[in-house]
Structure formats: C-alpha cells, structure tokens
Antibody, heavy 119, light 114 residues
Framework: EVQLVESGGGLAQPGGSLRVSCAASGFAFRTAWMSWVRQAPGKGLEWVARIYGKTDGGTTQYAAPVKGRFVISRDDSKSTVFLEMDSLKTEDTGVYYC??????????WGQGKLVTVSS | DVVMTQSPLSLPVTLGQPASISCTSSQSLVYSDGKTYLSWFQQRPGQSPRRLIYYVSNRDSGVPDRFSGSGSDTDFTLKISRVEAEDVGVYYCMQATHWPPGYTFGQGTKLEIK
C-alpha cells in the first residue's frame, strides 16, 4: 500500500522559513517523480514543485510564484522528499500535499500539512 | 500559459441521476509523444484529493466504473452515470502536457446532492 506522510510545517512570519517533509513507502521511491501541491484555505489546488527520480537526472521544476524561494529535494536512502520554503509570504499559507507522480500526474496524495504565514 | 476552465462551478444533482463536468483547455493537450495528459481528481470534504482518471479516460485502481472520462484536444468531460452520496465533493481537471507552467488545475466543480 502506498503511503505518503507529511511532517513539519507550522507557523512562520512573513520573510521567514519553514520545511515540510514527506516519508514515502509502498512503492519504488528511488525512481518515482514526486511533487508538492498546495491549497490555500477555501481555494483550489496549485502545483508547487516537482523532482524527478535520480535515474531521470533528479531534475527539479518550480511554479512561477515560488521559483527562487522554495527548494525541493529528496533523500532516497530515507524515501523522503523535502520542500524548503524561504522568504515566505502570507499568500504561501495553505495545506501542502506531497504526491507520487506517474501515468501523467499526481497518482497518490499524502494527508497534507498546514503551513501558516502570518505576523 | 495554458488555462484550464471548468463548468459548471456548482453542480446540484439528485441521487441516482447522472452528472457531467466539462473542462476546456486554452491549448491542445496532445503531447509530442501522442498522449493527452489530462487527469480528473475528486476531493471529498475534509479529505486529500484522489485521482480518478488519467490520460483522459483511464480509471485509476479502485475507482467505481460509474466514473468515466472522455474528450480530446482541448475539450474534456467527466461523467458520473448515477450519483451516489459518497460522490459529494469538489472535482478538478488537470493538465500535465505543458511545462512550464507545470501541472495546471481547473477552478474546481462542487458537486452536491439536491
């Protein structure tokens, strides 16, 4: 059974930093492409970042609103993907979902982790 | 950038009746490999999203066969043959053909029981 369990997040001030992590199990993590998708309170879904598996070069991609501020990375030895968030803005507030991607997109989703950016 | 537009945004349906959601993209979603990267997701109240359909019409494992996807190029449809109470939630279409901008979701369609 595929499981994605997010941790981290919480409260940060504007301009601050936070990290969310996602521990994966139940599938071949090393070759999996992983993403982060967020959802602002009461709003729709917004893709944030994606990282390829090492066999595909480990390429990273970012949505325009977070490029230069967020970094996605992975530790294959721990089957974990990370999202490091710097220079946080109030509009970054929301639930952050970790996803395992194949067959054209996010096939499996974690339970989500709340990130709140507020002074 | 590609824009995904869903209609309607609100969909009241009587139990046992069919439902249909439309999704239109501003650009063709046919990729150079011949595949069309259009997916549908369901988000029940208080839950994480769940993928229902990938590559326009392929159901994910465990998805009831009352859900079906169709369409091509820029116009796509999600149909529910007979709505059940557990189908209440918000439905999103998503494209993965154009990079950038990356995965792009529609605004969401809220399905409720009439």
């Amino acid at each position: 059974e595929v499981q994605l369990v997010e941790s981290g997040g919480g409260l940060a001030q504007p301009g601050g930093s936070l990290r969310v992590s996602c521990a994966a199990s139940g599938f071949a993590f090393r070759t999996a492409w992983m993403s982060w998708v967020r959802q602002a309170p009461g709003k729709g879904l917004e893709w944030v970042a994606r990282i390829y598996g090492k066999t595909d070069g480990g390429t990273t991609q970012y949505a325009a609103p977070v490029k230069g501020r967020f970094v996605i990375s992975r530790d294959d030895s721990k089957s974990t993907v990370f999202l490091e968030m710097d220079s946080l803005k109030t509009e970054d507030t929301g639930v952050y979902y970790c996803t395992a991607d194949w067959q054209g997109g996010p096939a499996f989703w974690g339970q989500g982790k709340l990130v709140t950016v507020s002074s | 950038d590609v824009v995904m537009t869903q209609s309607p945004l609100s969909l009241p349906v009587t139990l046992g009746q069919p439902a249909s959601i439309s999704c239109t993209s501003s650009q063709s979603l046919v990729y150079s490999d011949g595949k069309t990267y259009l997916s549908w997701f369901q988000q029940r109240p208080g839950q994480s999203p769940r993928r229902l359909i990938y590559y326009v019409s392929n159901r994910d494992s465990g998805v009831p066969d009352r859900f079906s996807g169709s369409g091509s190029d820029t116009d796509f449809t999600l149909k529910i043959s007979r709505v059940e109470a557990e189908d209440v939630g918000v439905y999103y279409c998503m494209q993965a053909t154009h990079w950038p901008p990356g995965y792009t979701f529609g605004q969401g369609t809220k399905l409720e029981i009439k």
